[in-house]
């Protein structure tokens, strides 16, 4: 368990359990739970939140309209009418930052150094910018399901757990 007090980076997926039914959704419930009675702080950035965002848009349309999850961006994009009906994923966004979460700006200096980061540990771009948003804002501890940042030796990865 993160120890209170502790700054921790938030990654997309624990947004995202939260917000669905998962296995996963009580332990990131809890986790947000701690960081917004102030126990634990916790940073995410613009780009997790797009992240967060695009998921559950597609899942929203999932559901909403029984789309195949392997079709489901391609039927979005070849009928934006299905994209205006959808607003869940919207209103649980929205409510990222009544979790006492702080919302960091990306900048064009983290694009420069996530671009350095996929170079060198083979991240992809949005995990890239995690790392480098981490690294502008000297935190080590992500919280995060996401195994592809074990590339990363310097940070210590906190997954949530059922």
């Known amino acids: 368990m993160l120890p209170s007090g502790s700054r921790v980076f938030i990654d997309a997926n624990i947004f995202i359990y939260h917000f669905?039914?998962?296995?996963l959704t009580g332990a990131c419930t809890a986790f947000l739970q701690r960081v917004e009675i102030g126990d634990i702080e916790g940073i995410t950035s613009v780009v997790t939140l797009a992240e967060v965002a695009h998921r559950l848009m597609i899942?929203?349309?999932?559901?909403?309209?029984?789309?195949?999850?392997?079709?489901?961006v391609r039927k979005l994009k070849e009928n934006p009418a299905l994209v205006q009906?959808?607003?869940?994923y919207k209103i649980a966004t929205g409510m990222v930052s009544s979790f006492n979460v702080?919302?960091?700006?990306?900048?064009?200096?983290?694009?420069?150094?996530?671009?350095?980061?996929?170079?060198?540990?083979?991240l992809l771009t949005n995990d890239s910018l995690t790392a480098a948003a981490m690294q502008?804002?000297?935190l080590t501890d992500l919280a995060s399901n996401d195994p592809d940042f074990s590339v990363l030796p310097a940070l210590t990865i906190w997954q949530p757990q059922p």
């Open 85 to 88: 009906q959808l607003s869940q």
């Open 20 to 23: 669905t039914r998962s296995p």
């Open 59 to 72: 899942l929203e349309a999932i559901q909403t309209h029984g789309l195949h999850p392997h079709a489901a």
């Open 102 to 122: 702080l919302i960091e700006a990306v900048t064009v200096t983290h694009l420069r150094s996530a671009q350095e980061f996929s170079r060198t540990s083979g």
């Open 136 to 138: 502008s804002l000297t």
